[in-house]
């Protein structure tokens, strides 16, 4: 978010402007944490990948 504060603006409008930013939160990641299922092991998936352009 970008909040635009003009020059020469008083203190009152730049406190409403600084209010009206919400400060957002961390990203619970142990959320996700063992939620994908693979079929095939990470490493075999890994060197396919790159093998592909051979």
Do not use: H
């Not at 003009?6 to 944490?33: H, M, P, T, W």
């Amino acid at each position: 978010m970008i909040t635009i504060i003009k020059k020469g603006a008083d203190n009152i409008n730049i406190q409403k402007a600084l209010e009206s930013v919400s400060i957002r939160k961390g990203v619970n990641a142990f959320k996700y944490c063992g939620k994908v299922n693979l079929e095939k092991e990470p490493l075999t998936i890994q060197k396919n990948l790159r093998n592909e352009w051979e």
